[in-house]
């Protein structure tokens, strides 16, 4: 929210509070109304707050509720062509001609801001900051999750077609297009939140809305040290990794926290390095001084401006990064990220989607060959070009941790597998039969770091 709307919502209450007459309901509705108009006249920005919450009306002695006034409201504003600014809905309420208390108009405000320029009841969970996703399946059946599953929160919308609305509008948000034509989107917001729905008849029922939130900073890796995610003195082994400029790929399953180990990886690297990024939905928020985001593009309405991820690598490449790093490899940009990686961009890393590390050879290959190279050749390159690979999980309790560190080499065949060397201890890593050969790979980082010999 803007500076400008919210001094112009600090304006709009202190009118409404201080109006006389508007501390009793009792007054005759001419003079009502004449006071509510001159509040809202005084303070024109009263539709410019946000909150959630129920909101009735008396006119006449009649109960109004919420949902015919935002309707009412919603179609003026329509019909004028005018945009949801603070002036223009205090001038949609005084059009409807209803008589509100102080109470009703600032909750009647608060409705509207989050209806028309808010996220609507999913507000309040958007701001939480322990909050990572926010899933709406049904009006009455929105789940949040805070780090530890899944939890049903009592937040509910009117109807379906006010779950429809919302996703509509935060598709056109994002600059997306979202009807009965395309019936989903997957974008990102202004704010960073990634956004995915789904409309009906695709989404049986009822709109779907999946929503990963962006935190305005990355976590440090002493941060995931403390939430467990790494374990006690892990942090040695990842820091020698970053040193040693060792190229890596980090894979888990979906929401096991891939994004934000690659941030708070990316945060230590040196100053004076520059850091390339390429995504598909621009998530990577390292703390660093020197980062350049590339973000893909679907192609518009004419079928044209599509920007794909395996262009975004390919420009990566002529921008002299001294670090290249893909958001996530999902298709062809696994071809052009091996072969920089073999071209000298060391220390080039990327995320993968795989149920365990020991798949992600064959994840790669199946990469490769939808995008035209020959399995001998894939193996190939991923031999020379990949080191080290992280596997992240999620444990029952929903705990996120690093689950086991493996290197890559290749058996008797000359294919590529994954070696573990490290897997999850609670007080420290265990190591495995591949530990000499990361400590090989880390080598004087690894002592540097660790302030060990060996």
Known sequence: MSGDFEGAWADGVGAVRSAPGLRSRTRTRARSREVVGGALGVGESIGAIGSVGSVGAVVDGEAIGAVGLLDGVRQWLAESGAEPTPARVAQALREQG????????LGAAARLRSELVGSGPLEPLLADPSVTDVLVSAPDRVWVDRGGGLELTAVTFPDTAAVRRLAQRLAAVAGRRLDDARPWVDARLPDGTRLHAVLPPVAVGCACLSLRVVRPRAFTLDELVAAGTVPPGGDRVLRALLEARLSFLISGGTGTGKTTLLSALLGLVGPAERIVLAEDSAELRPDHPHVVRLESRPANQEGAGLVTLEDLVRQALRMRPDRLV??????????????????????????????AAADVPARLEALGTAAGLDRAALHSQLAAALSVVLHLVRDRSGRRRIAEVRVLERDASGWVRTVPALRWGAEAFVREPGWERLRGLLGGALREVAGEGG
């Open 326 to 355: 893909v958001g996530e490899v999902r298709g062809r940009e696994v071809v052009d990220l091996l072969a920089a990686l073999n071209t000298g961009h060391e220390g080039g890393c990327g995320t993968v989607h795989a149920n």
């Open 98 to 105: 209803r008589v509100l208390g102080d109470a009703e108009v």
